[in-house]
């Protein structure tokens, strides 16, 4: 882990720092800069060390819970602080979305093998795999928000309410993936012997899929759900952008156009520590729902 | 016995890949993605078949005017005709969707096929390697490359396609190689390349001769599905404004140029939306299709 953690963020820094031209280009209006301030920055930033003692020093910093300036002299920390709840709020319920939604149409569907509920789920899942997150987010801009009037098509606070829309919009794919993969496992598990078993004793058929099923066939889609929130987290700059929520995407998209490598590489690192989290949290977590596998 | 073995050789015995097809014919699902594959196949190499407009022709005076007989999609905010750039649209999305599936499968597989072959070593610094990779996340990593990549400042149709090409290739490389990987790792330990080291077979024979058949099928059932995901994922860049652009005409591009009218003009994104979604569902019901008529255990 702390291997990848170190090849994405220096991958990363590498990138953002290595944009051909100056980097602090038109950041005095109109004018050139003037030497000094150039020459500062340049300092300040050790642009003038070779790339992995500059990495070096910065990962010095960020080890010290320093992220550093942007060249405006804002603090990459603090503007991290204060988007970073939105994101993880829309995430948070994309993620609740995906899971009830999903969960429960693969369980529906793949307790009625080749019926009307299955086929249904099984082409809406196609059409949803098929349609990109921007169309979702503006056909539902427009139907729901501007001709029929029900929701406010910006999000103007991000409170839980006016995020189920984007949260569902961020959802749309990983929801189809979610009910494939709960449909496939409750399907695989219909005719093991332990069901038959918890049938034969004469338990409810409530027990018997809510307990017995569930907890084995769910299995995989935890493994999704998990690493689907690292996604969401990186991946929300385009529903964030549609729906105007003020989050990390969009602040991580406004710095890469204007080349503000200091907030990138300070926004990257924070969403790749929490991927490789979720990662590890979801293999520690294998453990407790499958007894079978043991990490010794 | 003998009248069942007759019934079994009366029917000559098929491959994996001769079964797959087979089953795949008796498919309408298969028949329904391959037909609309084709049409747009055929949009991006023939335009003119479909169209006499020019793509390029932008008159201000038909700003936005809604479908009507003479343009049966409307005109966008330029004065553009949205029927004819859909057609010529069709060519960048699909161009840069057939090439990114290409390098992901050839460096991917390649790879993968070589670090599960020899392990040791070779296997851990590229399954490392592709870690890394796969911890970035894909629109983010895509938006730090490209702009690293657009600095240049102004470019030609062609640099701009392989830019967008480059970008996916570099971030979606690894999932065809862990595919690979797991598969050539299961491959190794079958009998028949047992069989053929103890003959003395060269390992380049083992891959290209042994494993490589037995291998492939996974890897194509992803290139299949990959290809209309790179091809959302193309406009997910052109609609960011960093993945194609002017010249080139995308179904990605006319979104981005369309999503600022969207309240006075949805014509002009929903038609562009429509054309890529169901260029996007033909490749995955594709992919759908296949996966199931090579899993001998859905059958």
């Given at each position: 882990m702390v291997p990848v953690f170190i090849g994405t963020t220096f991958l990363i820094y590498a990138l953002v720092w290595a944009?051909?031209?100056?980097?602090?280009?038109g950041k005095c209006g109109e004018r050139d800069c003037p030497e000094s301030y150039v020459s500062a920055m340049r300092d300040k930033f050790n642009l003038d060390d070779p790339l992995v003692v500059q990495y070096g020093k910065y990962l010095g910093n960020l080890l010290q819970g320093d992220f550093g300036l942007t060249?405006?002299?804002?603090s990459v920390g603090e503007r991290i602080a204060a988007t970073f709840p939105v994101t993880l709020k829309l995430a948070l319920v994309a993620l609740l979305i995906e899971a009830v939604i999903g969960i429960t149409a693969g369980v529906v569907s793949g307790l009625r093998n080749r019926g009307f509920l299955d086929s249904l789920v099984l082409v809406s899942t196609l059409f949803l795999i098929s349609i990109p997150v921007f169309v979702t987010g503006y056909v539902v801009q427009l139907v729901f928000g501007l001709q029929l009037g029900l929701i406010s098509p910006t999000v103007t606070s991000p409170t839980i309410g006016n995020l189920i829309v984007p949260g569902f919009v961020l959802a749309s794919l990983s929801m189809a993936y979610v009910a494939r993969l709960s449909r496939t496992g409750i399907a695989e598990n219909k005719r093991a012997d332990y069901v038959r078993t918890a049938l034969a004793k004469g338990l409810p058929q409530k027990r018997v899929v809510g307990v017995h099923m569930l907890r084995n066939s769910l299995i995989p889609v935890i493994t999704f759900l998990g690493t689907d929130l690292g996604v969401f987290l990186g991946g929300a700059i385009v529903t964030e952008g549609i729906f105007n929520v003020p989050g990390v995407g969009g602040l991580v998209f406004r710095s890469i156009l204007t080349k503000d490598g200091a907030m990138v590489t300070g926004v990257v690192t924070v969403l790749v520590l929490v991927y490789l989290l979720m990662t590890l949290l979801v293999d520690l977590l294998y453990a407790v729902l499958d007894p079978r596998i043991r990490y010794d | 016995m003998t009248d069942q073995m007759a019934v079994l050789a009366a029917d000559r015995p098929r491959g994996l890949f001769g079964d797959a097809w087979h089953e795949l014919r008796r498919r309408p699902l298969f028949w329904v993605s391959v037909s609309m594959i084709l049409l747009v196949v055929l949009m991006a190499a023939v335009p003119t078949l479909f169209t006499s407009g020019d793509p390029g022709l932008a008159q201000l005076?038909?700003?936005?005017?809604?479908?009507?007989?003479?343009?049966?999609f409307g005109y966008d905010n330029q004065g553009y005709d949205i029927y004819t750039r859909v057609i010529h649209g069709a060519r960048a999305s699909i161009v840069v969707g057939v090439l990114s599936t290409i390098g992901v499968v050839l460096t991917g597989a390649t790879i993968g096929i070589l670090a599960g072959f020899y392990g040791g070593w070779l296997d851990a610094v590229v399954s490392r390697v592709a870690d890394i990779f796969v911890g970035v996340p894909f629109v983010l990593g895509a938006i730090v490359i490209l702009t690293t990549l657009n600095a240049g400042g102004d470019a030609g149709p062609v640099r701009i396609v392989a830019q967008v090409v480059l970008s996916i290739a570099v971030l979606s490389w690894p999932v065809a190689m862990r595919i690979m990987r797991s598969t050539a790792i299961a491959a190794k330990q079958q009998d028949y390349v047992k069989a053929a080291r103890a003959l003395g077979a060269q390992p380049r024979r083992i891959i290209g001769k042994h494993m490589l058949p037995n291998c492939v099928a996974p890897v194509l059932v992803y290139s299949t599905i990959a290809l209309g995901a790179f091809i959302g994922a193309e406009a997910t860049l052109s609609y960011l404004g960093i993945g194609l652009r002017q010249p080139v005409v995308s179904w990605g591009v006319m979104i981005n140029s369309a999503k600022d009218y969207l309240r006075v003009a949805p014509h002009a994104l929903l038609f562009p939306a429509g054309f890529l979604t169901a260029t996007v569902l033909a490749f995955v019901m594709l992919g759908d299709a296949v996966r199931e008529a090579l899993d001998p255990k859905l059958r």
């Open positions: 944009v051909p031209g100056d980097p602090f280009e060249s405006a002299g804002l | 005076s038909r700003s936005r005017q809604p479908p009507s007989a003479e343009a049966w």
